[in-house]
C-alpha cells in the first residue's frame, strides 16, 4: 500500500493507493517466517546488496536511500528489510511524540512494503532519568505497534558492546530486550572511551568483545535476544610516535568523559585495507593479546600509520561464542565495506562472508 504524507502546517493528509514495485504481488507481503538463525546486514545503499551471500542473508537493515528493487529481491530470499529508526531522546519523553513517531514508523513501512525497523538510538542517557524512561516505553510500544500492524514484523535495537553504560549509554537493558525481538550488538568501536594510554589498538578485541556477551548473559537476557555485530572495517591512526615494540601513540581526542578515543583514527573500509596492506612497511601482523590483526605504512609525507582492523581469522574467535552461548545470530556493519567489484578480491570478499557462519 503505497501512503503519502503532506504536512500542511499542523494537518497530516494521508493518501493511499495499492502499487506493489514487484513483479509478483506475492513479494510484497510481509515475511513472517522465522529463521533459527539471523545474519543480520546492514547495508547503507547503492547496489552493493545485489552481490551478498543471499544463501545466509537473513535480514537487511536499510539504512540508505529506499530501494524497491532490494525489497523485492529480499523478499524473492526470504530475507526481511527493515527501516532504520533514530529519534532525538528528549523528544520522546513526552508520550504524545512517542506516538507520533511511531505511528509516522510503521506507516512508513507499510508505504515501503517493509518487514520492521531498526531502532538505531545511541544517544548519552542517565540512568533512571525521564528519557531513560522514555527510551525503554519507544521500544515497548514501537514493538506492540509493528507486531499489531504488520504481523510476522520484527522490532530490533541496537546497544553497545557491554551493557556498563558505554559512551554513557546508560539504558534499560533487560526490559528492551524482553520488549522488542532482537539486540543487535555493536561488538565494535570498543576503543570510543580509552581511559588508558593514548594508543592504537584494535578496534574489537576478543576478551574484550566477549567480555561484553557475559555481562549481557549475567543480567540473565536470553541469549535468543542477542545478534553478534562484528566490523568489516578497522581504524587508521597517525602514529605520534612509533616505539621500538610497535605501539603507536596517537592524539588526545576525548569523548563522553575519556580523555582519548578512536575518533584520533580514520574509520576504513576492509576492501582498502586489503589494498593498502600491499604497500605497507610491515604486511599483516597479529597483536595475540588482543587477538587482531595490524599493519604500519609510511604516507607520502613521510608520517607513520598504524592500522587496525578485523579479518576472518579474528571475527572466527568471536563468532565462535555465537555457537557455544546459543546466540540468535550474527551480522556485521555494514555489508557495503567489502570489494564487491574486482576479481582479485572475490576471495577476500567470500571469506569474509563465511567466517560469519562456517568458523
Known amino acids: 500500500m503505497l501512503t503519502i504524507f503532506i504536512l500542511i502546517s499542523t494537518t497530516v493528509l494521508v493518501v493511499t493507493a495499492d502499487i506493489c514495485p514487484c513483479e509478483s504481488q506475492d513479494l510484497c507481503q510481509p515475511i513472517q ?17 545485489r552481490s551478498y551471500n543471499w544463501s545466509i542473508v537473513t535480514t537487511v537493515a536499510a539504512f540508505g536511500k529506499y530501494d524497491s528493487e532490494l525489497m523485492c529481491y529480499a523478499h524473492s530470499k526470504g530475507a526481511r528489510v527493515v527501516l532504520k529508526g533514530d529519534v532525538f531522546v528528549p523528544y520522546i519523553v513526552d508520550p504524545g511524540n512517542r506516538t507520533a513517531w511511531i505511528t509516522e514508523k510503521v506507516n512508513l513501512a507499510k508505504t515501503q512494503f517493509l518487514d520492521g525497523i531498526n531502532i538505531d538510538i545511541e544517544h548519552a542517557v542517565e540512568a533512571g532519568s525521564p528519557e531513560y524512561h522514555a527510551l525503554t516505553a519507544l521500544v515497548k510500544e514501537s514493538t506492540e505497534a509493528f507486531h499489531r500492524e504488520i504481523p510476522g514484523s520484527q522490532v530490533s535495537f541496537d546497544v553497545a558492546w557491554s551493557p556498563s553504560c558505554i559512551d554513557k549509554r546508560c539504558y534499560d ?9 532482537l539486540l ?28 561484553g556477551y557475559y555481562q549481557y548473559l549475567d543480567l540473565k537476557i536470553d ?11 578497522g581504524y587508521d591512526y597517525l602514529c605520534l610516535n612509533l616505539s621500538q615494540d610497535g605501539v603507536c601513540s596517537i592524539e588526545k581526542v576525548p569523548f563522553r568523559g575519556a ?27 597479529w597483536d595475540q593479546r588482543q587477538q587482531a590483526p595490524y599493519f604500519n605504512y609510511e604516507d607520502q609525507k613521510g608520517q607513520i600509520h ?4 578485523d579479518d576472518p581469522d579474528s571475527i572466527c574467535l568471536k563468532a565462535s561464542l555465537v555457537k557455544t552461548k546459543g546466540l540468535r545470530g550474527i551480522g556485521m556493519w555494514n555489508g557495503n565495506l567489502l570489494n564487491y567489484i574486482d576479481e582479485g578480491a572475490r576471495q577476500q570478499t567470500t571469506m569474509m562472508w563465511n567466517a560469519l557462519v562456517h568458523c
Do not use: H
Open 33 to 49: 517466517q522465522e529463521r533459527d538463525f539471523e545474519v543480520f546486514v546492514f547495508d547503507v545503499g547503492r547496489k552493493a546488496w
Open 173 to 181: 537493558y533487560v526490559t528492551i530486550a524482553e520488549s522488542c525481538d
Open 223 to 233: 541469549p535468543k535476544k542477542l545478534v553478534m555485530g562484528v566490523p568489516w572495517y
Open 184 to 211: 543487535f550488538v555493536m561488538s565494535y568501536d570498543e576503543q570510543s572511551q580509552i581511559l588508558g594510554d593514548c594508543i592504537a589498538m584494535a578496534n574489537a578485541p576478543v576478551s574484550q568483545t566477549l567480555k
Open 259 to 285: 580523555p582519548c578515543s578512536d575518533a584520533a583514527g580514520k574509520q576504513k573500509t576492509y576492501s582498502w585495507i586489503m589494498k593498502q596492506i600491499n604497500s605497507s612497511m610491515t604486511g599483516r601482523l
Open 306 to 309: 598504524q592500522v587496525w582492523y
